[in-house]
């Protein structure tokens, strides 16, 4: 069942008493300029820790389009196919001067998939609620505005999904009457399908089905079929971060063994704290919110008793869950 009259009203009130603008005060947006290429624009990302940034129009007024790592997903898949020979490179090749041997004047502009589809905009003073109610709709981020002394817009912040669910989790006493619910009590909740790789696939075949399926993340099980790990889109940033391009190469196993390996060593607890992304149908949507903010992803894959993946929540399903 979904939410009754009462539980709207009050969930309304909750998402109202905030604005967007709020929401980002403390950011410092981060655009790609308009003559940047493929590489620099990847770079950019890279150095920022970000997923996406606008780029700027080349005539300086506004923006031509958001450049993502989906962006460069489809770029490189065009030029190294999944199904294409193994590279004999070296062990330190810098994926981003693979990217700028390849064609070194193709621009981040000219390679906006999303282009204009994608760059969604609030003004700072509405309420979150309307922010949400677009990443119910699976928007994943929107720009927040204001009008400067010249009467033209300027963006201040992004707020994006992950943001928007961590302020529900800081309040989540505020809403506990919802979220304290089942997510089989949801209707929107695991409709869909798990898509799902296998450990023995390679990185880069990983990449070309969530190209392919506009996905931003797959299960990755053992051969039993039984969840072992989380591939996902933002994880391209670790390749790179490091000079590792025949890490697309790696089965998808050892990568998430690295990357887990490499948490451990961050988090200085020196024992294997790789996070897990299973829930079952019987935990509370305040579970699944919680998980997914310590987890920082975007989705959780729901499991049957023996822990294979069945369906997934995501942030956009929990973005319906509390407006509809």
Not at 157 to 168: D, E, F, K, M, V
Not at 270 to 290: C, H, V, W, Y
Not at 295 to 315: C, E, Q
Request: overall charge neutral; glycine content about 6%; proline content about 5%.
């Amino acid at each position: 069942m979904g939410l009754s009259s009462e539980e709207k009203k009050h969930m309304n009130s909750v998402l109202n008493s905030v604005s967007c603008g709020e929401l980002v005060k403390d950011q410092h947006p981060i655009t790609i300029p308009a003559t940047a290429t493929i590489a620099q624009a990847c770079e950019i990302l890279a150095s920022h820790s970000i997923l996406s940034a606008l780029v700027e129009s080349p005539d300086g007024h506004g923006y031509s389009g958001v450049f993502s790592y989906r962006s460069l997903l489809h770029y490189f898949l065009k030029e190294c196919p999944p199904d294409g020979e193994i590279p004999s490179a070296p062990a330190n090749l810098d994926l981003r001067s693979v990217i700028l041997s390849a064609k070194p004047n193709v621009l981040a502009s000219d390679f906006c998939k999303e282009k204009n589809k994608d760059f969604f905009k609030v003004l700072a003073d509405q309420p979150l609620y309307d922010a949400i109610v677009l990443f119910s709709k699976g928007i994943h981020r929107c720009s927040v505005v204001k009008m400067n002394e010249q009467g033209d817009e300027e963006i201040v912040g992004t707020l994006s999904q992950s943001l928007a669910l961590r302020y529900l989790s800081n309040h989540l006493i505020e809403i506990k009457d919802v979220v304290s619910r089942p997510l089989s009590s949801f209707p929107n909740i695991g409709n869909r399908t798990a898509v799902t790789i296998e450990e023995r696939r390679n990185v880069i075949e990983g990449m070309e089905v969530m190209h392919r399926l506009k996905l931003s993340s797959l299960p990755v099980v053992d051969s039993s079929g039984k969840l072992s790990g989380n591939f996902s889109l933002s994880d391209i940033k670790f390749i790179f971060r490091t000079k590792s391009y025949p890490m697309l190469w790696y089965t998808v196993g050892s990568f998430v063994k690295l990357l887990r390996e490499k948490h451990a060593l961050e988090s200085n607890s020196g024992m294997d704290t790789f996070p897990f992304f299973d829930i079952t149908r019987e935990k509370s949507l305040n579970l699944a919110i919680q998980k997914m903010v310590a987890t920082r992803v975007h989705h959780l894959w729901l499991v049957d008793a023996n822990g294979k993946p069945t369906g997934v929540v995501g942030i956009t399903d929990v973005m319906r869950c509390i407006t509809e």
